[in-house]
């Protein structure tokens, strides 16, 4: 029995799919953009031509015609590309003379000098971008739209564009931003540097409002996690206003607790419960991880202060006779593991751990997946932000944000066990 093959073939010859979705609005309309562009055009122009120039009318003086400022002088064409498509315009020229009797070109405000692309269509290939494909992908995806005219190389244009944003955004003051929660966390990306894939860290630094509102405050491209470069991350949220906050949720690396410290030290800090849970784990064998994990949550999860600690007191003593590595890695921690215990019981859910941020590294991964490397470091970060700056990822309130005005306990944890 022969295989049948004759139905790519048919596919091929009837053309290809979508290209007999005939649209008679999308037809009409994009029929009409031409005419009502070069209409825009020649009012805009008129209007620069008739208006009168400079000073005021003077008391009791008549209102006169306004002199002619310049002359027109002829057409060029030019190709403009915006979401009703691609279409030829016919744009008017003029010379304008001004106050010192030089003449300069007429430049139009609505269609600027060399510009190609409309606004729109700029913001649609971006958010394309965004959306989690690379630029090849988003070319195919948006040929409907744009009838080809976007390449790769388009896209790579369009999205640096994103580059005056993104540099206001990281030297913005935070004065006024009333911060009493700081996240920090990082994640690994693999960039193109010196043309060659390399693993870098993206610092983070995640602010809480007193409404309970998440907000991104900063994100820095760095080679590691180290003090130094925490450190920089932390100097430069002071140097703009960043007030101290209440509260600091880590993840207990080394280098972040030691800038903490030298920052911050009297700072409440908070060390993220399920960093700590996969430490434990790393220290014990796997046939003991269950058993591990329920001693744990357990702990961690209890429904008051008082149960909290008897639990810990419970897992020390436990732990220290069947795997003493595994007590030790807890005791480690210290009262940091359980700062959340001297805040009321409806912030325990937001304070315990770092998910916060977490969860923008895991949507951030998402997006890239496509890309496997991106660029360049600086566009890492970019990337990052304008996720959130664009609207592709949201935050919404911390969970017991009703109380983030109540002061904390000083009562801490009793470590003995």
Sequence with gaps: MTKDTTTGAAVA??????????????????????????????????G????????????????VPPPVIGVRHGRRERSLTGTFGRTKISVPRARLTGADGKTSEWKSASLRAYQRRTK???????????????????????AAVFAGTVGKDVVSRTWRKVKGDWDAWSARSLVDEPIVRLIL????????????????????????????QKALL???????????????????????????????????????????????PKALIQRCTVHKHRNLLAHAP??????????????????TRQEVEARRKAFIRKWRLKCRAVADSLEEAGDKLFTFTRFPPSQ?????????????????????????????????????WALLASGQITMR??????????????????LAA
Excluded at 120 to 134: E, F, K, P
């Design 286 to 303: 796997e046939r003991l991880h269950e058993e591990i994990s329920n001693d744990y949550r357990d702990m961690i999860y209890a429904a």
């Design 13 to 46: 010859a009837d053309g290809l799919l979508f290209e007999n979705w005939f649209d008679a609005i999308e037809d009409g309309v994009r029929a009409r953009v031409r005419d009502f562009i070069e209409t825009l055009l020649e009012e805009e122009l008129a």
């Design 185 to 212: 966390d990082g994640t690994v990306v693999r960039v193109r540097l010196d043309r060659r894939a390399t693993s870098i860290s993206l610092l983070v630094a995640l602010g809480v409002r007193a409404d309970g």
């Design 120 to 142: 729109a269509a700029d913001a649609l290939i971006a958010g394309a971008y965004l959306s989690g494909t690379n630029t090849r992908r988003v070319r195919r995806a948006l």
């Design 218 to 264: 900063a994100i820095r491209s760095m080679g590691g996690e180290s003090e130094a470069a925490w450190r920089a991350l932390l100097d430069d949220l002071v140097n703009r206003g960043l007030p101290t906050p209440e509260l600091i949720i880590a993840d207990g690396a080394a280098g972040l607790e030691k800038a903490l410290a030298a920052l911050w």
């Design 348 to 384: 325990w859910k937001s304070i315990r751990t770092s998910n916060a941020i977490e969860r923008l590294h895991e949507e951030f991964k998402r997006r890239i997946k496509t890309q496997t490397v991106l660029p360049c470091a600086e566009t890492a970060a970019m990337l990052f």
């Design 397 to 414: 309130k911390v969970d017991g944000w009703q109380t983030l005005a109540d002061k904390p306990s000083d009562q801490i944890i009793d």
């Design 48 to 63: 620069a031509l008739s208006r009168r120039r400079y000073g005021r009318l003077k008391p009791g003086e008549a209102e």
